[in-house]
């Protein structure tokens, strides 16, 4: 083997050996479903197979309930996300920042109620985000029903940042308080009411364990969570 051959073989197996430390980089596992209630299944583009108690949640997957049914999902670092009946919600981008904790996981709310309990990571590392606005979460718990051209956010616990998508953004500060962001005709507004017209709690009745909170206790993200390179498994 001359030196060229060598000076192009080097590189080439450090990006093996990078690869390596990242074992199924497409199907890293970032939670699991801890409650499941009739019709919960993992939709794609080929194929569409029913989700059951125990099963692993990989990036970018979309999860979706039928009628009558419920889950919640478990998140490495312990977010947990009930959905009601009929909901659709897509693991947008989860990073690993390390074991227990993302450095950013996006989460897209499609349609259907959720209540959502943040997790261990730093509260700039959530983004939800819905077809109308975005929500932003620091310490919360969250119910939130996203409509055809209605999006409604009510705060449980701790504080939230809702914005629609053209940048008006209420704060929630005290439980109770809700944003609610319509689209009539093109036109977007976004109001704030003190007393929520609706909450998630109707649906904590639907499966034993919906509305409690749990920890993932399987929490083996590949590592290095990043190489220092840009390279971040679970990315």
């Known amino acids: 083997m001359n030196w060229?051959?060598?000076?192009?073989?080097?590189?080439?197996?450090?990006?093996?050996?990078?690869?390596?430390?990242c074992p199924a980089h497409a199907q890293v596992?970032?939670?699991?479903?801890a409650v499941v209630k009739n019709q919960v299944e993992r939709v794609s583009a080929?194929?569409?197979?029913?989700?059951?108690?125990?099963?692993?949640?990989?990036?970018?997957?979309?999860?979706?309930?039928?009628?009558?049914?419920a889950a919640r999902l478990v998140m490495v670092d312990h977010t947990n996300l009930s959905l009601g009946p009929n909901a659709t919600i897509k693991l947008d981008r989860t990073v690993f920042n390390d074991e227990h904790t993302y450095r950013e996981i996006a989460i897209r709310l499609t349609t259907g109620a959720f209540r959502f309990v943040t997790g261990n990571s730093e509260k700039e590392a959530y983004k939800i985000t819905t077809s109308l606005g975005t929500i932003g979460v620091r310490g919360t718990i969250l119910d939130i029903l996203s409509q055809r051209g209605k999006l409604t956010v009510v705060l449980q616990e701790g504080a939230s940042r809702v914005c629609t998508i053209g940048g008006q953004c209420i704060e929630l500060l005290q439980p109770g308080d809700t944003a609610v962001i319509?689209?009539?005709?093109?036109?977007?507004?976004?109001?704030?009411?003190?007393?929520?017209?609706?909450?998630?709690?109707?649906?904590?009745?639907?499966?034993?364990?919906?509305?409690?909170?749990?920890?993932?206790?399987?929490a083996a993200p590949p590592?290095?969570?990043?190489?220092?390179?840009?390279?971040?498994?679970?990315?």
């Open 4 to 21: 060229r051959h060598t000076v192009l073989l080097v590189p080439a197996l450090c990006l093996v050996a990078g690869f390596a430390n």
């Open 29 to 33: 596992r970032v939670g699991e479903a």
């Open 46 to 69: 080929s194929a569409t197979t029913q989700i059951n108690v125990g099963d692993g949640l990989l990036r970018d997957e979309v999860v979706h309930t039928g009628l009558g049914s």
């Open 182 to 218: 319509t689209s009539t005709s093109g036109k977007v507004t976004i109001r704030k009411f003190n007393t929520p017209p609706w909450t998630f709690a109707a649906n904590c009745a639907a499966a034993a364990g919906l509305c409690a909170v749990t920890q993932f206790a399987d």
């Open 223 to 235: 590592a290095p969570y990043d190489d220092g390179s840009g390279m971040l498994c679970g990315r």
